[in-house]
């Protein structure tokens, strides 16, 4: 069978049994001798569409319960499997259609502000108090953070990495007390109470999550800081004032790749001479290259996440200089895995929220992109950028990492 051949050729070290729907055994490289992991074929089809195209095939196929894993996790799959893929192509099928997604990509994704309210609500508004109880599941307990966090050394717990997160953040601002600060993308307001209560600022928040609004707005008042924080529905094309620092964690990824110049003339515009933006996003090391099929179809539509030179060139154009760069590698995998181990450890309580397709979706969501962060070609970058160099202190990385 031709995919046991594709299989064989991935699994350069260790392997599988594969079993066709008709119960055909084959071993596709070196697997263990005791408890193989086995892929289970329910389908007849699947033989072909995983040949042809992998990248959403294989989720679709998980999600409908047609592909059996057994002797691992979906994640130890995945995991082991990208290891020895690394940032190979899986066929020359799977070349061919990313391109031609790629192409089709470019030609229709146009994030405007309607479609824009639409791909956020698909995601963050998903269920109406479903969703919000969802997002309690496995989120941090502390802050409600769904981003990357930060894993220094001796880090034992999410909640802990998310609060590094927040300091490391803060310190790249170089914040002062009685400044205005402004949160592009800002969730559910954690990193909002958290920098006003530290710095004591004041930070504006926006989003276009009705539903985040809302919880920011209730949670502001019920932490006393609803004359220091505040919230707004409204996109970044929509900004007024002028902030001292900005800081956009985790929502540049869904801005697109016609949107970028806007970005960041949107953010110029508002911030003051001397001001400082951070920008958290993630991103591909490779050249420029489409969204996964899966994730874009099921989790972020509209999504994509820009390789280093598309983001340098908008900003050049804008006049913002670049200061500070730091590329975080271990650390999204690390909150990825965290986040599916809280989730996997109440997917009882999340399928009768939903149902079992969407846990297993969701399963999949998370265990892929911790597999990509931890293998392929996934990173999150951080960009410190200003409009004077006198806007930082002379002593760059000494405030940063003191």
């Known amino acids: 069978m031709i995919l046991a051949r594709v299989f064989s050729n991935i699994f350069k070290d260790g392997g599988i049994i594969l079993i066709d729907s ?19 074929l329910l389908k007849d089809n699947l033989k072909w569409k995983l040949i042809l195209d992998p990248e959403i095939e294989f989720p679709e196929a998980y999600m409908r319960n047609e592909i059996i894993i057994e002797n691992a996790s979906l994640k130890e799959f995945l995991m082991e499997m990208l290891k020895n893929l690394g940032r190979r192509e899986i066929t020359s099928a799977s070349y061919i259609s990313k391109k031609i997604y790629q192409l089709w990509r470019y030609i229709s994704n146009f994030n405007l502000p309607g479609k824009a309210r639409k791909n956020v609500e698909h995601h963050y508004d998903i269920g109406g108090e479903r969703g919000e ?9 502390k802050h409600r953070l769904y981003s990357c966090a930060y894993w220094k050394q001796n880090t034992k717990t999410l909640e802990e990495a998310q609060q590094n997160k927040i300091e490391h ?8 007390a009685g400044q205005k600060v402004l949160e592009v993308g800002c969730g559910w307001g954690g990193m909002a109470f958290e920098i006003a209560r530290q710095k004591g600022c004041e930070v504006k928040g ?6 985040q609004i809302n919880y ?5 008042k019920e932490l006393g800081l609803d004359n220091q924080v505040s919230f707004e529905l409204a996109d970044y094309r929509e900004i007024k004032g002028q902030y001292d620092k900005i800081y956009s964690v985790g929502m540049f990824e869904h801005v697109g790749k016609k949107f970028y110049n806007t970005f960041f003339k949107s953010i110029s515009k508002v911030l003051k001479n001397d001001g400082i933006f951070l920008l958290h996003t993630i991103g591909v090391v490779d050249k420029p290259s489409p ?3 899966f994730i874009n179809k099921y989790i972020f539509p509209g999504g994509v996440c ?3 030179s598309q983001i340098i060139e908008p900003i050049e154009k804008t006049g913002l200089i670049v200061t500070d760069t730091e590329t975080l590698i271990r650390h999204y995998d690390k909150t990825l895995e965290s986040w599916l181990e809280r989730f996997l450890a109440k997917r009882n309580i999340v399928k009768d929220l939903f149902d079992e397709r969407f846990v297993r979706m969701w399963e999949f969501y998370f265990a892929s992109c911790a597999a990509a962060f931890k293998h392929r070609d996934l990173a999150v970058f951080q960009l410190q ?11 760059r990385r000494d405030y940063i990492y003191s």
Do not use: E
């Open 206 to 211: 926006i989003s276009l999550s009705k539903n």
């Open 22 to 40: 008709k119960g055909q055994k084959y071993i596709c490289g070196n697997p263990r001798k005791d408890n193989p992991v086995t892929i289970k």
């Open 216 to 220: 920011c707005k209730n949670k502001a």
């Open 291 to 293: 969204p996964n099929k």
């Open 169 to 176: 953040i803060a310190k790249k601002l170089n914040i002062k």
């Open 385 to 395: 950028l200003v409009k004077s160099f006198n806007s930082i202190p002379s002593n």
């Open 306 to 308: 820009p390789s280093y």
């Open 133 to 141: 109880k969802l997002y309690d599941i496995f989120l941090d307990t």
